[in-house]
C-alpha cells in the first residue's frame, strides 16, 4: 500500500509550502512516483503540485468530506509516496474540524514538522515538543528547519533537539530563490509563474543537501482508510462546458473526476481566448479565478458572452462559483473603480474597488432544484474573496450558514437556468 506524510508547520508563512514543493520534486527527480495532495480549500497550491510532480494535486478536507470521500481520494491515486501539504496551523482547524491535524489522525500518517527558526534556538525544539506531545492520535515524525542563518546556528539549534529527543531531518537556510510570488488570494499562479522550473529544483537541491530524505521517506505510512464513498455531487449534465483559463482556474479536481466517472463529457473552453461554450452542452460551469484581474478581456470578448446569452435562451444549465458568479452578473467594478459590463444573466453588480474578506466554510441548503441537487440537498462548501455586493435581484438559491451554524448573508442568486454561488461546492453533507 502506498505511503504518506504531511507536512505541516505551527503557522501559516513558516515554509510549509516551499518544503512541500521541494520534497515531492526531490523524491520525483529519484524516480519515485508521488502523489500530492492538499490539506483544506484550496486551488492554488495544488497547482504546484502538480508542477512539482507530474501528477494532479487532489485536496483532503476533514470538515467538508467524510472518511469515505477521504478514502476513495486516496485509494483511486496509488503512487510509490505520497507527500500531502497542511494548512495553516498544524492544529488550526474550524469549529474543532478541519485542522491538518485532523488529517493525520485520520489517515495515520506521520507529520513532518516545520519550524521557521528565523531568532530562535532552543524555543524551537520547545514548540516541536509541544507540538509532539499536543494530541495522542497525532505522531510528529521528524522537523525540517527553515530559514536556518548558518551551521553554527544549526548545531546550536541540533543540540537542544537532541535533549528533547525529536528527530531533526535537517534545514534550509533563508535563501530568496525559495520565495514565490504572492497577490491577494495567495500565491500567484503556477501557470503565471515563468521561472517555475527553476525555482523547484533549486529547493530540491537545498533540500538534496541539506536534508535527509531517505530518513523522511522511512517515516512515511500506509493510510488507515475508512471504506471509500463518493461525494454524491452529481454531474450538472451530460456535456459540461467547463471554462478553464487564468481568470476561471479554481475548481476541485474531485469534482471533474466524478463528473467523468458517471460518464459526463467535460469541454472545456477559454473566455479570455473568447471561446464560447460549446454548442452540444447541455451545462456550462464557470469556475473560480482572477475575472477581476481580466475584467476588461472579458467584457470584450463578445464570442464568450453570446455564448452564454445564447446557451441561457435555450434552456442549459448554467452555474458560476465566486469569479464565475460575478462573470454571470450585469457588471464587475475593478480595483481601480472601473467598471465592466459582463454577461447580465443574473443582477448581481460586484466591486473590487471597495473590498472586504470574505472567508470561511459554508453549509448551503438548496432552496429549490439546480444543478447542484434537488430541492433541500446540503452543500458542504467554502468561500474566500474580497468582492463587495453592490446589488442583487434575482431569486436567492441557498439558504447560508457558516461553521457556527450563524446565517450568512451569501444566498446566491438563480434566474431561469442561471444560477451562481459566492462558495464553492466541495461535497454533499454527510450525517
Known amino acids: 500500500m502506498t505511503r504518506g506524510l504531511i507536512v505541516g508547520a505551527v503557522r501559516s508563512g513558516a515554509g510549509k509550502t516551499t518544503v512541500a514543493l521541494g520534497l515531492m520534486r526531490a523524491f520525483a527527480r529519484r524516480g519515485l512516483s508521488v502523489q500530492p495532495y492538499k490539506c483544506g480549500p484550496d486551488y492554488i497550491d495544488p497547482a504546484f503540485h502538480a508542477a512539482a510532480t507530474g501528477r494532479p494535486s487532489y485536496n483532503l478536507d476533514s470538515w467538508a468530506m467524510a472518511p469515505g470521500l477521504l478514502a476513495d481520494l486516496v485509494a483511486r491515486h496509488p503512487a510509490d509516496l505520497i507527500v500531502t501539504e497542511g494548512v495553516m496551523g498544524l492544529f488550526d482547524g474550524a469549529g474543532g474540524r478541519g485542522a491538518t491535524s485532523d488529517i493525520a489522525a485520520s489517515l495515520g500518517w506521520p507529520v513532518v514538522l516545520v519550524l521557521d527558526v528565523k531568532g530562535q534556538i532552543e524555543t524551537a525544539a520547545a514548540v516541536a515538543s509541544g507540538c509532539a506531545n499536543f494530541r495522542d492520535d497525532v505522531g510528529v515524525a521528524g522537523v525540517i528547519l527553515n530559514r536556518v542563518a548558518s551551521a553554527r546556528h544549526l548545531g546550536m539549534i541540533r543540540s537542544a533537539f537532541?535533549?528533547?529527543?525529536?528527530?531533526?531531518?535537517?534545514?534550509l537556510a533563508n535563501d530568496p530563490r525559495f520565495a514565490l510570488p504572492e497577490r491577494h488570494l495567495g500565491l500567484v499562479q503556477a501557470i503565471e509563474t515563468a521561472d517555475l522550473e527553476t525555482r523547484l529544483d533549486a529547493v530540491a537541491d537545498a533540500l538534496q543537501e541539506s536534508v535527509?530524505?531517505?530518513?523522511?521517506?522511512?517515516?512515511?505510512?500506509?493510510?488507515?482508510?475508512?471504506?471509500?464513498?463518493t461525494d454524491g455531487l452529481r454531474p450538472p449534465?451530460?456535456?459540461?462546458?467547463?471554462?478553464?483559463?487564468?481568470?476561471?482556474?479554481?475548481?476541485?479536481?474531485?469534482?471533474?473526476?466524478?463528473?467523468?466517472?458517471?460518464?459526463?463529457?467535460?469541454?472545456?473552453?477559454s473566455p479570455l481566448a473568447d471561446e464560447a461554450p460549446g454548442a452540444r452542452a447541455d451545462a456550462v460551469w464557470l469556475p473560480g479565478?482572477?475575472?477581476?484581474?481580466?475584467?476588461?478581456?472579458?467584457?470584450?470578448?463578445?464570442?464568450?458572452?453570446d455564448g452564454l446569452r445564447?446557451?441561457?435562451?435555450?434552456?442549459?444549465?448554467?452555474?458560476?462559483?465566486?469569479?464565475?458568479?460575478?462573470?454571470?452578473?450585469?457588471?464587475?467594478?475593478?480595483?481601480?473603480?472601473?467598471?465592466?459590463?459582463?454577461?447580465?444573466?443574473?443582477?448581481?453588480?460586484?466591486?473590487?474597488?471597495r473590498?472586504?474578506?470574505?472567508?470561511?466554510?459554508?453549509?448551503?441548503?438548496?432552496?429549490?432544484?439546480?444543478?447542484?441537487?434537488?430541492?433541500?440537498?446540503?452543500?458542504?462548501?467554502?468561500?474566500f474573496h474580497y468582492a463587495r455586493t453592490l446589488s442583487i435581484g434575482d431569486e436567492p438559491l441557498v439558504d447560508c450558514r457558516d461553521v457556527t451554524g450563524a446565517v450568512v448573508p451569501e444566498a446566491g442568486a438563480r434566474h431561469r437556468s442561471v444560477s451562481g454561488t459566492f462558495f464553492h461546492a466541495i461535497s454533499l453533507r454527510q450525517a
Not at 318 to 335: F, K, N, P, T
Open 162 to 171: 537532541d535533549r528533547v529527543g525529536i528527530k531533526l531531518f535537517g534545514g
Open 212 to 229: 535527509d530524505l531517505d530518513a523522511i521517506r522511512h517515516v512515511a505510512r500506509p493510510a488507515k482508510l475508512a471504506e471509500p464513498t
Open 237 to 269: 449534465g451530460q456535456r459540461i462546458a467547463v471554462a478553464r483559463d487564468r481568470a476561471f482556474s479554481f475548481f476541485y479536481p474531485h469534482l471533474l473526476d466524478r463528473w467523468r466517472r458517471d460518464g459526463a463529457e467535460i469541454l472545456p473552453f
Open 289 to 305: 479565478g482572477y475575472p477581476e484581474l481580466h475584467a476588461g478581456t472579458l467584457a470584450a470578448a463578445s464570442r464568450f458572452l
Open 310 to 353: 445564447q446557451a441561457a435562451a435555450r434552456g442549459v444549465a448554467i452555474h458560476g462559483e465566486c469569479g464565475g458568479y460575478m462573470v454571470l452578473g450585469q457588471g464587475l467594478e475593478d480595483a481601480d473603480g472601473r467598471r465592466h459590463a459582463m454577461a447580465g444573466l443574473l443582477t448581481l453588480e460586484t466591486s473590487y474597488a
Open 355 to 383: 473590498r472586504r474578506l470574505h472567508i470561511g466554510y459554508r453549509r448551503a441548503r438548496l432552496r429549490g432544484e439546480c444543478v447542484l441537487g434537488p430541492a433541500g440537498t446540503e452543500i458542504m462548501g467554502h468561500e
